[in-house]
T-cell receptor, first 115, second 117 residues
C-alpha cells in the first residue's frame, strides 16, 4: 500500500459532463502530481502542486484544472468531457518537490469512462 | 534535455528463466534513474533507484539494475522469473529542471513482461 488514496476508483459519465477526481497524498508528503494513462498516449504528466502552489505543468488541457488544498489533498477537475478523455488518472505524491531522494508514490488510480 | 528509451515494448520469458528489460537514457549530467512496476489495474510501484552511490542497484522482489555510463544504459534484470512478475515496467530518468513540462520525472513508454508457465 503506497499510502496515496484516490477516489473514486471508477467513474462513468457522459460527454459534455464535468467530474472531480480526488487524491489524498501520503502522510507528510507535500507534493502531489497528476498523470493520465491511456493506451495510445501512455503515461502523461499533467500537473504538479507543492504545498498548495502549482509547481509544474505538463500536457494538461484547458478543460482540466487542479488544485491542492491546505490539508494537502488535491482535486483534478475535468470538464466538457470528450470520449478521448477516457483513461486511467493517477495521483502520486512525494516528500519534497522531487529529485532522487524524493521518489513518487502512486495511488491506484481512477478509471474514467466517458460514453 | 533528458530522455529515456525502453528498447522493447513487450518481453516474454518462461518461468524460472532470466529477465532482461532494456533501458537507455540521455542526460547532459549525471542522472537519477528509477524503475517502476505497474501490475494490472494498480498504480506504479518503485522497484529501485540509482543515485550515483553504487552502479549496481538492488531492488525489491529480486530485481536489480546496473548503471553503465559508457553505454548510457540502465537495464533491469532478474535471475529467475516468477509468474507474479508479469506486469508493465517503466524506466524513468529525473529531469534536470524542476517545474519543467514533464514534471520531475521522465517516463519511458513501458515494457510489458509476460511470464509463461
Amino acid at each position: 500500500d503506497s499510502g496515496v488514496t484516490q477516489t473514486p476508483k471508477h467513474l462513468i459519465t457522459a460527454t459534455g459532463q464535468r467530474v472531480t477526481l480526488r487524491c489524498s497524498p501520503r502522510s507528510g508528503d507535500l507534493s502531489v502530481y497528476w498523470y493520465q494513462q491511456s493506451l495510445d498516449q501512455g503515461l502523461q504528466f499533467l500537473i504538479q502542486y507543492y504545498n498548495g502552489e502549482e509547481r509544474a505543468k505538463g500536457n494538461i488541457l484547458e478543460r482540466f484544472s487542479a488544485q491542492q488544498f491546505p490539508d494537502l489533498h488535491s482535486e483534478l477537475n475535468l470538464s466538457s468531457l470528450e470520449l478521448g478523455d477516457s483513461a486511467l488518472y493517477f495521483c502520486a505524491s512525494s516528500a519534497r518537490t522531487g529529485g532522487s531522494n524524493s521518489p513518487l508514490h502512486f495511488g491506484n488510480g481512477t478509471r474514467l469512462t466517458v460514453t | 534535455a533528458q530522455s529515456v528509451t525502453q528498447l522493447d515494448s513487450h518481453v516474454s520469458v518462461s518461468e524460472g528463466t532470466p529477465v532482461l528489460l532494456r533501458c537507455n537514457y540521455s542526460s547532459s549530467y549525471s542522472p537519477s534513474l528509477f524503475w517502476y512496476v505497474q501490475h494490472p489495474n494498480k498504480g506504479l510501484q518503485l522497484l529501485l533507484k540509482y543515485t550515483s552511490a553504487a552502479t549496481l542497484v538492488k531492488g525489491i522482489n529480486g530485481f536489480e539494475a546496473e548503471f553503465k555510463k559508457s553505454e548510457t544504459s540502465f537495464h533491469l534484470t532478474k535471475p529467475s522469473a516468477h509468474m507474479s512478475d508479469a506486469a508493465e515496467y517503466f524506466c524513468v530518468v529525473s529531469s534536470s529542471s524542476y517545474g519543467g513540462s514533464q514534471g520531475n520525472l521522465i517516463f519511458g513508454k513501458g515494457t510489458k513482461l509476460s511470464v509463461k508457465p
